[in-house]
């Protein structure tokens, strides 16, 4: 594989970009080597610069469910290019995508568009805050909600990556509101609440975390603290950018039918431009300015061209219930194909699905917990994705991370991705 302009703009990316990239995860750290520098996408490949082409399972981390450059997006972009970029004011289309939105997302009967993910869950903790006038918030071991101050506590994906867990600049005073509780372990959720008394605003997590390589809470986690939520007057938050439109059209809480007051969204709202929103509870929402004190604000909040992008691309979701059997589907028959490939060759590896998303995590110990994941062999993790890679897939770079399916990804794909996966299993055993 020749690569060579990949490496050539690496270089210089180095000497202009703190790590020649600018989001931490894209610069192959955790599994060797340089990134690849890509130039173009459709359906369900990735080309780079050299002319490389691969089948992906990263679609930019999530937004790009129907596949790379679809038609639908394209248009309503360059529909929504005639009439100029930006204009700072109130737009029909913001209208039109909340209504989408409430229509779509069960919990969801107020919302206020930002430009990230980030965004959406540093305003809801705020608003969570402001709402109960209390300053505690519980997340969890592994769960990755961004990089607001508040979360880079036990945090995962990029941040567990790259050994940062507890970023330096984090204040103390931050940190020490930030209170951090194993997933799927109820019990101590119960016990940091009895600790802290009266002081928690909300809590906050994945449904389904993605960040910690893909794990699904265990019958009754999510339920549980639902009720916990109930009987202490805490908000229950859920971050939904990952899982939001993807495990179903109203995200897992529609899946699961356990309702939290706030959702952040993000990744597949803004149809691969950037977009996030939170939303919730009439009640909660209403506090936000300037309906109500708690401040919140963006020049290029509900921008006319991204709108256009993630109204068309919650339309076609919304219209088209197919996308979701498909993507079981496709979920099913890869990860299927893949545990098959492990019991002809004799391995035992854990290989966490919902629908799709899923991590194969190089551990024979169930993944429940982020102590769980950390069991993995991040160094044969690295080599099964170089392995990958000469095979022409491209994967997440990164043990601690879930691999997303697009509707672009066809049968032949699967097949495809399936050879490769016994393949560089048999090179790397
Ligand atoms: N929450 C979750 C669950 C995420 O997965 C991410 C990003 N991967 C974020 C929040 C932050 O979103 P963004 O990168 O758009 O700021």
Same mark, same amino acid.
């Given at each position: 594989?020749?690569?060579?302009?990949?490496?050539?703009?690496?270089?210089?990316?180095?000497?202009?970009?703190?790590? %020649?990239?600018?989001?931490?995860?894209?610069?192959?750290?955790?599994?060797?080597?340089?990134?690849?520098?890509?130039?173009?996408? *459709?359906?369900?490949?990735?080309?780079?610069?050299?002319?490389?082409?691969?089948?992906?399972?990263?679609?930019?981390?999530?937004?790009?469910?129907?596949?790379?450059?679809?038609?639908?997006?394209?248009?309503?972009?360059?529909?929504?290019?005639?009439?100029?970029?930006?204009?700072?004011?109130?737009?029909?289309?913001?209208?039109?995508?909340?209504?989408?939105?409430?229509?779509?997302?069960?919990?969801?009967? *107020?919302?206020?568009?930002?430009?990230?993910?980030?965004? $959406?869950?540093?305003?809801?903790?705020?608003? $969570?805050?402001?709402?109960?006038?209390?300053?505690?918030?519980?997340?969890?071991? %592994?769960?990755?909600?961004?990089?607001?101050?508040?979360?880079?506590?036990?945090?995962?994906?990029?941040?567990?990556?790259?050994?940062?867990?507890?970023?330096?600049?984090?204040?103390?005073?931050?940190?020490?509101?930030?209170?951090?509780?194993?997933?799927?372990?109820?019990?101590?959720?119960?016990?940091?609440?009895?600790?802290?008394?009266?002081?928690?605003?909300?809590?906050?997590?994945?449904?389904?975390?993605?960040?910690?390589?893909?794990?699904?809470?265990?019958?009754?986690?999510?339920?549980?603290?639902?009720?916990?939520?109930?009987?202490?007057?805490?908000?229950?938050?859920?971050?939904?950018?990952?899982?939001?439109?993807?495990?179903?059209?109203?995200?897992?809480?529609?899946?699961?039918?356990?309702?939290?007051?706030?959702?952040? +969204?993000?990744?597949?709202?803004?149809?691969? +431009?950037?977009?996030?929103?939170?939303?919730? *509870?009439?009640?909660?929402?209403?506090?936000?300015?300037?309906?109500?004190?708690?401040?919140?604000?963006?020049?290029?909040?509900?921008?006319?061209?991204?709108?256009?992008?993630?109204?068309?691309?919650?339309?076609?979701?919304?219209?088209?219930?197919?996308?979701?059997?498909?993507?079981?589907?496709?979920?099913?028959?890869?990860?299927?194909?893949?545990?098959?490939? +492990?019991?002809?060759?004799?391995?035992?590896?854990?290989?966490?699905?919902?629908?799709? +998303?899923?991590?194969?995590?190089?551990?024979?110990?169930?993944?429940?917990?982020?102590?769980?994941?950390?069991?993995?062999?991040?160094?044969?993790?690295?080599?099964?994705?170089?392995?990958?890679?000469?095979?022409?897939?491209?994967?997440?770079?990164?043990?601690?991370?879930?691999?997303?399916?697009?509707?672009?990804?066809?049968?032949?794909?699967?097949?495809?991705?399936?050879?490769?996966?016994?393949?560089?299993?048999?090179?790397?055993?």
């Amino acid at each position: 594989m020749n690569t060579q302009i990949s490496e050539q703009l690496f270089q210089k990316a180095q000497t202009l970009i703190p790590g %020649g990239v600018n989001s931490p995860v894209r610069a192959f750290k955790a599994v060797g080597g340089n990134p690849l520098f890509i130039k173009s996408a *459709k359906g369900a490949y990735l080309f780079d610069e050299d002319g490389n082409k691969y089948i992906e399972l990263i679609n930019s981390w999530g937004p790009m469910i129907i596949g790379h450059a679809h038609e639908l997006i394209e248009k309503a972009v360059s529909d929504a290019i005639q009439n100029g970029f930006s204009y700072g004011a109130p737009t029909r289309r913001e209208v039109e995508i909340a209504e989408l939105i409430v229509s779509m997302v069960p919990s969801v009967e *107020k919302v206020r568009l930002v430009n990230s993910g980030t965004e $959406a869950t540093m305003a809801a903790i705020r608003v $969570a805050r402001g709402y109960t006038g209390k300053d505690k918030i519980i997340k969890f071991e %592994g769960c990755y909600h961004g990089h607001g101050d508040s979360f880079l506590i036990a945090a995962g994906s990029g941040a567990i990556t790259l050994g940062v867990p507890d970023s330096p600049g984090v204040t103390k005073g931050v940190a020490n509101d930030t209170l951090t509780a194993p997933f799927n372990d109820l019990e101590a959720v119960q016990t940091l609440i009895e600790a802290n008394k009266g002081n928690i605003a909300c809590i906050i997590l994945e449904p389904v975390v993605g960040n910690m390589g893909l794990v699904i809470p265990k019958d009754g986690f999510l339920q549980g603290l639902r009720q916990l939520c109930d009987k202490e007057g805490i908000v229950l938050i859920f971050d939904e950018v990952m899982t939001g439109f993807r495990l179903s059209k109203g995200g897992y809480q529609e899946r699961t039918g356990i309702i939290p007051d706030l959702t952040t +969204m993000g990744k597949i709202i803004g149809g691969g +431009m950037p977009v996030g929103a939170y939303g919730g *509870k009439k009640e909660i929402m209403d506090r936000v300015a300037p309906a109500g004190p708690i401040y919140q604000a963006g020049t290029l909040s509900g921008n006319p061209i991204a709108t256009a992008a993630g109204k068309a691309m919650l339309t076609y979701l919304n219209e088209h219930p197919e996308v979701y059997t498909r993507l079981e589907e496709a979920g099913n028959t890869l990860t299927a194909g893949i545990r098959s490939n +492990m019991q002809k060759l004799g391995l035992n590896y854990t290989l966490n699905q919902v629908g799709s +998303m899923f991590t194969l995590f190089f551990t024979e110990k169930p993944v429940n917990n982020f102590d769980d994941a950390k069991t993995s062999d991040t160094q044969r993790f690295g080599q099964y994705f170089q392995a990958m890679l000469k095979r022409g897939i491209y994967l997440a770079p990164s043990q601690y991370e879930a691999m997303f399916i697009s509707t672009a990804l066809t049968d032949e794909h699967i097949n495809t991705i399936v050879e490769a996966n016994y393949e560089s299993l048999k090179e790397i055993i």
